[in-house]
Protein backbone atom coordinates (compact mmCIF):
# COMPACT_ATOMS: atom_id res chain seq x y z
CA UNK A 1 0.00 0.00 0.00
CA UNK A 2 0.67 3.55 -0.70
CA UNK A 3 2.36 5.50 2.37
CA UNK A 4 0.17 8.46 3.22
CA UNK A 5 1.19 11.69 2.73
CA UNK A 6 0.35 14.34 5.76
CA UNK A 7 -2.20 16.61 5.45
CA UNK A 8 -5.77 17.28 6.72
CA UNK A 9 -8.34 15.10 6.75
CA UNK A 10 -10.49 14.58 3.94
CA UNK A 11 -13.47 15.41 6.24
CA UNK A 12 -11.87 18.78 7.00
CA UNK A 13 -13.24 19.70 3.21
CA UNK A 14 -16.40 20.09 4.96
CA UNK A 15 -15.53 23.30 7.07
CA UNK A 16 -14.48 25.03 3.99
CA UNK A 17 -17.00 27.08 1.88
CA UNK A 18 -15.40 26.08 -1.26
CA UNK A 19 -16.57 22.66 -0.03
CA UNK A 20 -19.38 22.48 2.08
CA UNK A 21 -21.98 24.40 0.41
CA UNK A 22 -21.65 22.68 -2.55
CA UNK A 23 -21.66 18.69 -0.57
CA UNK A 24 -24.68 19.80 0.88
CA UNK A 25 -26.65 21.07 -2.50
CA UNK A 26 -25.71 17.82 -3.77
CA UNK A 27 -26.72 15.71 -0.49
CA UNK A 28 -30.21 17.64 -0.16
CA UNK A 29 -30.45 16.64 -4.05
CA UNK A 30 -29.97 13.05 -3.97
CA UNK A 31 -31.98 12.59 -0.67
CA UNK A 32 -35.09 14.13 -1.90
CA UNK A 33 -34.59 12.12 -5.26
CA UNK A 34 -35.20 8.80 -3.29
CA UNK A 35 -37.69 10.16 -0.53
CA UNK A 36 -39.62 10.87 -3.32
CA UNK A 37 -39.23 7.84 -5.63
CA UNK A 38 -39.37 5.41 -3.04
CA UNK A 39 -42.58 7.34 -1.53
CA UNK A 40 -44.48 6.81 -4.78
CA UNK A 41 -43.41 3.36 -5.24
CA UNK A 42 -44.53 2.07 -1.77
CA UNK A 43 -48.01 3.94 -2.52
CA UNK A 44 -48.13 2.57 -5.44
CA UNK A 45 -47.14 -0.81 -4.28
CA UNK A 46 -49.55 -1.02 -1.09
CA UNK A 47 -52.57 0.96 -2.04
CA UNK A 48 -52.52 1.02 -5.81
CA UNK A 49 -56.53 0.80 -5.91
CA UNK A 50 -56.72 4.05 -4.82
CA UNK A 51 -54.68 5.72 -7.92
CA UNK A 52 -55.02 3.70 -10.35
CA UNK A 53 -56.37 0.57 -12.76
CA UNK A 54 -53.12 0.01 -13.69
CA UNK A 55 -50.68 -3.18 -13.18
CA UNK A 56 -48.25 -2.30 -9.82
CA UNK A 57 -45.66 -4.02 -11.78
CA UNK A 58 -46.13 -1.84 -14.46
CA UNK A 59 -45.35 1.16 -12.52
CA UNK A 60 -43.10 0.03 -10.44
CA UNK A 61 -40.92 -0.77 -13.52
CA UNK A 62 -42.37 2.53 -15.74
CA UNK A 63 -41.39 5.16 -12.65
CA UNK A 64 -37.44 3.87 -12.27
CA UNK A 65 -37.06 4.02 -16.04
CA UNK A 66 -38.88 7.78 -16.51
CA UNK A 67 -36.35 9.08 -13.54
CA UNK A 68 -33.17 7.77 -16.27
CA UNK A 69 -35.05 8.89 -19.46
CA UNK A 70 -33.98 12.50 -19.37
CA UNK A 71 -30.15 11.11 -18.78
CA UNK A 72 -30.30 9.71 -22.38
CA UNK A 73 -32.28 12.96 -23.26
CA UNK A 74 -30.70 15.72 -22.10
CA UNK A 75 -27.00 14.89 -20.86
CA UNK A 76 -25.56 16.27 -23.52
CA UNK A 77 -27.37 19.56 -23.87
CA UNK A 78 -26.79 20.04 -19.90
CA UNK A 79 -22.87 19.20 -20.26
CA UNK A 80 -22.97 22.09 -22.91
CA UNK A 81 -24.74 24.62 -20.67
CA UNK A 82 -22.60 23.14 -17.43
CA UNK A 83 -19.08 24.56 -19.39
CA UNK A 84 -20.78 27.22 -20.68
CA UNK A 85 -22.49 28.90 -17.34
CA UNK A 86 -20.82 30.17 -14.41
CA UNK A 87 -21.50 27.17 -12.32
CA UNK A 88 -23.01 28.08 -9.09
CA UNK A 89 -25.91 30.43 -10.71
CA UNK A 90 -26.23 26.88 -12.95
CA UNK A 91 -26.88 25.03 -9.53
CA UNK A 92 -29.05 27.94 -7.71
CA UNK A 93 -31.08 27.76 -10.94
CA UNK A 94 -31.25 23.62 -11.15
CA UNK A 95 -32.41 23.95 -7.36
CA UNK A 96 -35.03 26.10 -8.15
CA UNK A 97 -36.36 24.23 -10.68
CA UNK A 98 -36.58 21.44 -7.99
CA UNK A 99 -38.50 24.02 -6.17
CA UNK A 100 -41.12 24.14 -8.61
CA UNK A 101 -41.16 20.04 -9.17
CA UNK A 102 -41.58 19.57 -5.95
CA UNK A 103 -44.43 21.97 -5.62
CA UNK A 104 -46.11 20.17 -8.39
CA UNK A 105 -45.72 17.24 -7.08
CA UNK A 106 -46.95 18.36 -3.63
CA UNK A 107 -50.51 19.26 -5.27
CA UNK A 108 -50.58 16.20 -7.22
CA UNK A 109 -50.07 13.91 -3.62
CA UNK A 110 -52.69 16.64 -2.30
CA UNK A 111 -55.12 16.41 -5.10
CA UNK A 112 -54.74 12.54 -5.58
CA UNK A 113 -53.38 13.11 -9.45
CA UNK A 114 -51.07 10.40 -10.37
CA UNK A 115 -49.92 11.93 -13.51
CA UNK A 116 -48.80 14.69 -11.82
CA UNK A 117 -46.73 12.71 -9.76
CA UNK A 118 -45.52 10.78 -12.85
CA UNK A 119 -44.68 13.59 -14.30
CA UNK A 120 -42.75 14.93 -11.27
CA UNK A 121 -40.65 12.03 -11.99
CA UNK A 122 -39.69 12.38 -15.06
CA UNK A 123 -38.99 16.40 -14.10
CA UNK A 124 -36.40 15.61 -10.97
CA UNK A 125 -34.71 13.10 -13.41
CA UNK A 126 -34.41 16.47 -15.89
CA UNK A 127 -33.34 17.90 -12.48
CA UNK A 128 -30.38 15.51 -11.43
CA UNK A 129 -29.70 15.74 -15.60
CA UNK A 130 -28.63 18.81 -15.03
CA UNK A 131 -26.78 19.10 -12.01
CA UNK A 132 -24.90 16.08 -12.80
CA UNK A 133 -22.07 17.82 -14.63
CA UNK A 134 -21.66 20.82 -12.61
CA UNK A 135 -21.66 18.27 -9.88
CA UNK A 136 -18.36 16.63 -10.98
CA UNK A 137 -16.87 19.62 -12.94
CA UNK A 138 -17.25 21.83 -9.93
CA UNK A 139 -14.78 19.44 -8.14
CA UNK A 140 -11.14 19.95 -10.20
CA UNK A 141 -11.67 23.74 -9.81
CA UNK A 142 -11.97 23.88 -6.05
CA UNK A 143 -9.41 20.93 -4.88
CA UNK A 144 -6.34 20.74 -4.98
CA UNK A 145 -4.60 17.57 -6.36
CA UNK A 146 -3.93 15.81 -2.90
CA UNK A 147 -7.31 16.43 -2.15
CA UNK A 148 -9.35 15.20 -5.28
CA UNK A 149 -9.24 11.81 -4.47
CA UNK A 150 -10.80 12.72 -0.66
CA UNK A 151 -12.92 14.81 -2.36
CA UNK A 152 -14.45 12.72 -4.05
CA UNK A 153 -14.63 10.15 -1.53
CA UNK A 154 -16.79 12.46 0.30
CA UNK A 155 -18.75 13.41 -2.60
CA UNK A 156 -19.63 9.71 -3.45
CA UNK A 157 -20.74 9.06 0.64
CA UNK A 158 -22.69 11.65 0.86
CA UNK A 159 -24.60 10.52 -2.76
CA UNK A 160 -25.63 7.25 -1.44
CA UNK A 161 -26.22 8.15 2.49
CA UNK A 162 -28.62 10.28 0.75
CA UNK A 163 -30.24 7.90 -1.19
CA UNK A 164 -30.34 5.35 1.45
CA UNK A 165 -31.62 8.00 4.27
CA UNK A 166 -34.13 9.06 1.35
CA UNK A 167 -35.12 5.45 0.75
CA UNK A 168 -36.02 5.03 4.26
CA UNK A 169 -37.93 8.43 4.97
CA UNK A 170 -39.56 8.21 2.08
CA UNK A 171 -41.12 4.43 2.89
CA UNK A 172 -41.94 5.61 6.77
CA UNK A 173 -43.47 8.78 5.81
CA UNK A 174 -45.74 8.02 3.03
CA UNK A 175 -47.59 5.14 5.06
CA UNK A 176 -48.47 7.16 7.92
CA UNK A 177 -52.42 7.44 8.18
CA UNK A 178 -53.88 9.60 8.29
CA UNK A 179 -51.22 12.70 7.14
CA UNK A 180 -48.92 10.21 5.23
CA UNK A 181 -49.01 11.77 1.68
CA UNK A 182 -49.38 15.60 3.52
CA UNK A 183 -46.11 14.75 5.35
CA UNK A 184 -44.26 13.56 1.81
CA UNK A 185 -45.56 16.53 -0.01
CA UNK A 186 -44.29 19.21 2.52
CA UNK A 187 -40.91 17.09 3.45
CA UNK A 188 -40.10 17.15 -0.08
CA UNK A 189 -40.75 20.80 -0.84
CA UNK A 190 -39.01 21.63 2.22
CA UNK A 191 -36.15 19.90 1.07
CA UNK A 192 -35.71 21.31 -1.96
CA UNK A 193 -35.93 24.90 -0.31
CA UNK A 194 -32.92 23.89 1.45
CA UNK A 195 -31.38 22.69 -1.21
CA UNK A 196 -31.70 25.88 -2.61
CA UNK A 197 -30.83 28.09 -0.06
CA UNK A 198 -27.27 25.63 0.44
CA UNK A 199 -26.58 26.49 -3.46
CA UNK A 200 -26.77 30.08 -2.99
CA UNK A 201 -23.21 29.31 -0.37
CA UNK A 202 -21.57 28.02 -3.56
CA UNK A 203 -18.66 29.51 -4.63
CA UNK A 204 -18.32 31.83 -7.97
CA UNK A 205 -16.86 29.55 -10.60
CA UNK A 206 -16.17 30.63 -13.40
CA UNK A 207 -17.68 29.50 -17.04
CA UNK A 208 -15.09 26.86 -18.72
CA UNK A 209 -15.96 28.09 -21.95
CA UNK A 210 -18.17 31.51 -21.70
CA UNK A 211 -18.25 31.72 -26.17
CA UNK A 212 -19.43 28.39 -26.62
CA UNK A 213 -22.64 27.84 -29.07
CA UNK A 214 -25.28 25.41 -27.40
CA UNK A 215 -26.51 22.69 -29.79
CA UNK A 216 -29.67 22.59 -28.83
CA UNK A 217 -30.35 19.00 -30.53
CA UNK A 218 -29.79 16.75 -28.05
CA UNK A 219 -28.96 13.56 -30.31
CA UNK A 220 -26.57 15.46 -32.57
CA UNK A 221 -24.79 16.84 -29.79
CA UNK A 222 -25.05 13.13 -27.80
CA UNK A 223 -23.31 11.57 -31.12
CA UNK A 224 -20.71 14.11 -31.09
CA UNK A 225 -20.40 14.16 -27.30
CA UNK A 226 -19.18 11.09 -26.95
CA UNK A 227 -17.32 11.24 -30.13
CA UNK A 228 -15.14 13.79 -28.57
CA UNK A 229 -14.67 11.84 -25.04
CA UNK A 230 -13.60 8.38 -27.64
CA UNK A 231 -11.02 10.26 -28.60
CA UNK A 232 -8.99 10.77 -25.41
CA UNK A 233 -8.05 7.09 -25.17
CA UNK A 234 -7.43 6.71 -21.91
CA UNK A 235 -10.58 8.80 -20.36
CA UNK A 236 -13.19 6.98 -22.04
CA UNK A 237 -11.89 3.33 -21.20
CA UNK A 238 -12.42 5.38 -17.87
CA UNK A 239 -16.03 6.22 -18.39
CA UNK A 240 -16.58 2.85 -19.54
CA UNK A 241 -15.22 1.24 -16.29
CA UNK A 242 -17.48 3.79 -14.54
CA UNK A 243 -19.94 2.74 -16.31
CA UNK A 244 -19.70 -0.74 -16.05
CA UNK A 245 -20.19 -0.82 -11.93
CA UNK A 246 -23.53 1.20 -12.39
CA UNK A 247 -24.08 -1.71 -14.54
CA UNK A 248 -23.34 -4.24 -11.77
CA UNK A 249 -24.59 -2.20 -9.18
CA UNK A 250 -28.11 -1.62 -10.98
CA UNK A 251 -28.32 -5.64 -11.28
CA UNK A 252 -27.32 -6.48 -8.12
CA UNK A 253 -29.57 -3.67 -6.28
CA UNK A 254 -32.63 -4.16 -8.50
CA UNK A 255 -32.61 -8.12 -6.97
CA UNK A 256 -32.58 -7.04 -3.50
CA UNK A 257 -36.34 -7.22 -2.87
CA UNK A 258 -37.51 -10.36 -4.48
CA UNK A 259 -33.86 -12.00 -2.84
CA UNK A 260 -34.97 -10.82 0.78
CA UNK A 261 -38.17 -12.43 0.28
CA UNK A 262 -37.72 -15.73 -1.36
CA UNK A 263 -34.05 -16.30 -0.44
CA UNK A 264 -33.40 -15.24 2.78
CA UNK A 265 -37.46 -15.24 3.62
CA UNK A 266 -36.87 -12.21 5.44
CA UNK A 267 -39.56 -9.17 5.31
CA UNK A 268 -39.31 -5.56 4.27
CA UNK A 269 -36.89 -4.60 6.70
CA UNK A 270 -34.50 -7.76 5.74
CA UNK A 271 -34.66 -5.56 2.10
CA UNK A 272 -33.93 -2.52 4.20
CA UNK A 273 -31.20 -4.14 5.29
CA UNK A 274 -29.37 -5.24 2.53
CA UNK A 275 -29.62 -2.14 1.16
CA UNK A 276 -28.04 -0.63 4.09
CA UNK A 277 -25.67 -2.66 3.89
CA UNK A 278 -24.79 -1.95 0.81
CA UNK A 279 -24.63 1.40 0.94
CA UNK A 280 -22.47 1.56 4.03
CA UNK A 281 -20.36 -0.23 2.16
CA UNK A 282 -19.81 2.52 -0.35
CA UNK A 283 -19.25 4.87 1.49
CA UNK A 284 -16.90 3.39 3.53
CA UNK A 285 -14.75 2.21 0.36
CA UNK A 286 -15.25 5.89 -1.04
CA UNK A 287 -13.84 7.28 2.02
CA UNK A 288 -11.06 5.04 2.51
CA UNK A 289 -9.48 5.46 -0.99
CA UNK A 290 -7.91 8.36 0.13
CA UNK A 291 -5.79 6.55 2.76
CA UNK A 292 -5.14 3.80 0.66
CA UNK A 293 -3.96 5.96 -2.15
CA UNK A 294 -1.52 8.46 0.22
CA UNK A 295 -3.57 11.36 -1.29
CA UNK A 296 -2.96 10.81 -4.71
CA UNK A 297 -4.90 9.89 -7.59
CA UNK A 298 -4.44 5.96 -7.59
CA UNK A 299 -5.55 4.13 -10.42
CA UNK A 300 -3.99 1.25 -8.44
CA UNK A 301 -7.21 1.00 -6.88
CA UNK A 302 -9.01 0.42 -9.75
CA UNK A 303 -8.34 -3.27 -10.45
CA UNK A 304 -8.30 -3.76 -6.38
CA UNK A 305 -12.20 -3.30 -6.36
CA UNK A 306 -12.75 -5.16 -9.43
CA UNK A 307 -11.35 -8.00 -7.51
CA UNK A 308 -13.44 -7.59 -4.58
CA UNK A 309 -16.67 -6.99 -6.70
CA UNK A 310 -15.80 -10.73 -8.12
CA UNK A 311 -14.90 -12.25 -5.32
CA UNK A 312 -17.66 -11.04 -3.01
CA UNK A 313 -20.09 -11.94 -5.99
CA UNK A 314 -19.50 -15.20 -5.92
CA UNK A 315 -19.84 -15.42 -2.33
CA UNK A 316 -22.75 -14.09 -2.15
CA UNK A 317 -24.21 -17.14 -4.67
CA UNK A 318 -22.13 -19.34 -2.47
CA UNK A 319 -23.93 -17.61 0.71
CA UNK A 320 -27.24 -18.21 -0.74
CA UNK A 321 -26.94 -22.05 -1.10
CA UNK A 322 -25.71 -22.17 2.36
CA UNK A 323 -28.31 -19.99 4.12
CA UNK A 324 -30.70 -21.85 6.46
CA UNK A 325 -32.96 -19.34 7.79
CA UNK A 326 -36.71 -20.63 8.16
CA UNK A 327 -39.94 -18.67 8.98
CA UNK A 328 -40.83 -15.41 8.26
CA UNK A 329 -37.69 -13.02 9.29
CA UNK A 330 -37.10 -9.53 9.87
CA UNK A 331 -33.75 -7.54 10.16
CA UNK A 332 -32.99 -8.57 13.48
CA UNK A 333 -33.58 -12.00 13.09
CA UNK A 334 -31.88 -12.35 9.82
CA UNK A 335 -27.79 -11.25 11.55
CA UNK A 336 -28.80 -13.98 13.62
CA UNK A 337 -29.98 -16.64 11.25
CA UNK A 338 -27.73 -19.47 10.29
CA UNK A 339 -25.79 -18.23 7.58
CA UNK A 340 -26.92 -14.62 7.93
CA UNK A 341 -23.54 -12.70 8.80
CA UNK A 342 -21.92 -14.19 5.62
CA UNK A 343 -24.84 -12.77 3.66
CA UNK A 344 -24.64 -9.45 4.89
CA UNK A 345 -20.81 -9.32 4.70
CA UNK A 346 -20.52 -10.33 1.31
CA UNK A 347 -23.22 -7.04 0.22
CA UNK A 348 -20.69 -4.74 2.74
CA UNK A 349 -17.74 -5.91 0.70
CA UNK A 350 -19.23 -5.71 -2.42
CA UNK A 351 -19.92 -1.96 -1.47
CA UNK A 352 -16.71 -0.88 0.15
CA UNK A 353 -14.68 -2.69 -3.22
CA UNK A 354 -17.30 -0.62 -5.06
CA UNK A 355 -16.20 2.80 -3.46
CA UNK A 356 -12.21 1.68 -4.42
CA UNK A 357 -13.39 1.14 -7.78
CA UNK A 358 -15.17 4.08 -8.83
CA UNK A 359 -13.54 7.12 -6.54
CA UNK A 360 -10.65 6.51 -8.47
CA UNK A 361 -11.60 6.52 -12.38
CA UNK A 362 -13.58 10.00 -11.17
CA UNK A 363 -10.79 11.48 -10.55
CA UNK A 364 -8.57 10.51 -13.41
CA UNK A 365 -11.73 11.26 -16.22
CA UNK A 366 -11.60 14.59 -14.01
CA UNK A 367 -8.21 15.22 -14.46
CA UNK A 368 -7.19 14.07 -17.31
CA UNK A 369 -10.12 15.37 -20.01
CA UNK A 370 -9.91 18.19 -21.87
CA UNK A 371 -10.02 21.09 -19.47
CA UNK A 372 -12.45 23.35 -21.42
CA UNK A 373 -14.66 20.15 -22.03
CA UNK A 374 -14.84 19.19 -18.27
CA UNK A 375 -18.53 19.35 -18.16
CA UNK A 376 -19.19 17.66 -21.42
CA UNK A 377 -17.46 14.56 -20.43
CA UNK A 378 -18.93 14.11 -17.25
CA UNK A 379 -22.39 14.51 -19.00
CA UNK A 380 -21.10 12.10 -21.51
CA UNK A 381 -20.61 9.39 -19.06
CA UNK A 382 -23.80 9.82 -17.64
CA UNK A 383 -25.28 9.48 -20.97
CA UNK A 384 -23.09 5.98 -21.19
CA UNK A 385 -24.11 5.17 -17.44
CA UNK A 386 -27.78 5.52 -18.50
CA UNK A 387 -27.28 2.87 -21.05
CA UNK A 388 -25.58 0.35 -18.97
CA UNK A 389 -28.39 0.73 -16.59
CA UNK A 390 -31.26 0.00 -19.23
CA UNK A 391 -28.97 -2.88 -20.37
CA UNK A 392 -28.69 -4.62 -16.96
CA UNK A 393 -32.57 -4.19 -16.51
CA UNK A 394 -32.78 -5.99 -19.77
CA UNK A 395 -30.09 -8.39 -19.39
CA UNK A 396 -31.75 -9.33 -15.61
CA UNK A 397 -35.68 -9.68 -17.22
CA UNK A 398 -33.41 -12.44 -19.92
CA UNK A 399 -31.43 -14.07 -17.32
CA UNK A 400 -34.88 -14.30 -15.22
CA UNK A 401 -37.09 -15.20 -18.35
CA UNK A 402 -33.90 -18.21 -19.25
CA UNK A 403 -34.96 -19.66 -15.48
CA UNK A 404 -31.94 -18.30 -13.61
CA UNK A 405 -32.71 -18.02 -9.75
CA UNK A 406 -31.26 -14.48 -8.23
CA UNK A 407 -28.24 -15.99 -6.57
CA UNK A 408 -27.38 -17.43 -9.98
CA UNK A 409 -27.54 -13.89 -11.28
CA UNK A 410 -25.14 -12.62 -9.09
CA UNK A 411 -23.09 -15.33 -10.39
CA UNK A 412 -23.28 -14.62 -13.27
CA UNK A 413 -22.59 -10.59 -13.07
CA UNK A 414 -19.45 -11.49 -11.04
CA UNK A 415 -18.24 -13.61 -13.73
CA UNK A 416 -19.22 -10.80 -16.41
CA UNK A 417 -17.24 -8.17 -14.53
CA UNK A 418 -14.00 -10.66 -14.25
CA UNK A 419 -14.19 -10.50 -18.16
CA UNK A 420 -14.97 -6.95 -18.99
CA UNK A 421 -12.33 -5.61 -16.19
CA UNK A 422 -9.60 -7.89 -17.65
CA UNK A 423 -10.41 -6.63 -21.21
CA UNK A 424 -10.05 -3.19 -20.09
CA UNK A 425 -6.93 -3.74 -18.47
CA UNK A 426 -5.38 -5.03 -21.42
CA UNK A 427 -6.41 -2.59 -22.86
CA UNK A 428 -5.09 -0.22 -20.98
CA UNK A 429 -2.27 -1.49 -18.67
CA UNK A 430 -1.55 1.01 -16.90
CA UNK A 431 -4.75 -0.23 -14.29
CA UNK A 432 -2.37 -3.51 -13.96
CA UNK A 433 1.00 -1.91 -13.59
CA UNK A 434 -0.17 0.97 -10.94
CA UNK A 435 -2.01 -2.08 -8.91
CA UNK A 436 1.69 -3.78 -8.74
CA UNK A 437 3.44 -0.54 -7.47
CA UNK A 438 0.50 0.18 -5.14
CA UNK A 439 0.92 -3.56 -3.67
CA UNK A 440 5.27 -3.16 -3.94
CA UNK A 441 3.91 0.58 -1.84
CA UNK A 442 6.22 2.32 -5.22
CA UNK A 443 4.54 5.52 -5.49
CA UNK A 444 3.48 6.35 -9.33
CA UNK A 445 4.51 9.51 -10.91
CA UNK A 446 1.71 12.61 -9.84
CA UNK A 447 2.32 15.34 -12.40
CA UNK A 448 3.19 19.01 -10.99
CA UNK A 449 0.29 20.24 -10.01
CA UNK A 450 0.90 23.84 -11.57
CA UNK A 451 1.35 22.07 -14.93
CA UNK A 452 -0.99 23.03 -17.47
CA UNK A 453 -2.32 21.54 -20.69
CA UNK A 454 -1.17 23.88 -23.86
CA UNK A 455 -3.64 26.62 -24.16
CA UNK A 456 -5.63 25.63 -21.40
CA UNK A 457 -5.66 26.83 -17.45
CA UNK A 458 -4.90 23.51 -15.06
CA UNK A 459 -8.15 21.18 -14.40
CA UNK A 460 -7.41 21.45 -10.67
CA UNK A 461 -6.10 24.65 -10.53
CA UNK A 462 -8.53 26.52 -7.63
CA UNK A 463 -10.32 29.71 -8.10
CA UNK A 464 -7.65 32.33 -6.73
CA UNK A 465 -10.90 34.40 -4.84
CA UNK A 466 -12.05 30.95 -3.53
CA UNK A 467 -10.88 31.10 0.89
CA UNK A 468 -10.49 28.10 3.39
CA UNK A 469 -13.59 29.33 4.99
Known amino acids: MTENRPGPSQFALLRQRRFAPFFWTQFLGAFNDNVFKTALLTILTYD ?15 IPGLFILPFVLFSATAGQLADKLEKSRLAQWVKLLEIVIMAI ?26 FGPVKYAYLPHHLRRDELTGGNGVVEMGTFAGILLGEVLGAVLVVQKPAGLALVAGVTLAIAVLGWLASRGIPVTPAAVPKLRISWNPLKETVRNLRFSSSNREVFLAMLLNSWFWFYGAIVLAQFPLYARQYLHGDHTVFVLLLTVFSLGIGAGSLLCERLSGRRIETGLVPLGAIGLSLFGVDLFLASLGFTGTGSLDAAGMAFAPGGIRVLLDCLMIGVFGGFYIVPLFALIQTRCDPDHVSRTIAGMNILNALFMVAAALLAMLLLGLGLTIPQIFLVTAALNAVVTISVFILMPEFPERFAAWILRRPGPDPDPTATHPGHPHPTRRNPEVTER
Request: proline share 2%.
Open 105 to 130: AAYGWLAHQLWLLVAAVAGMGLHSTL
Open 48 to 62: ALSWTAMDPGLLNNL
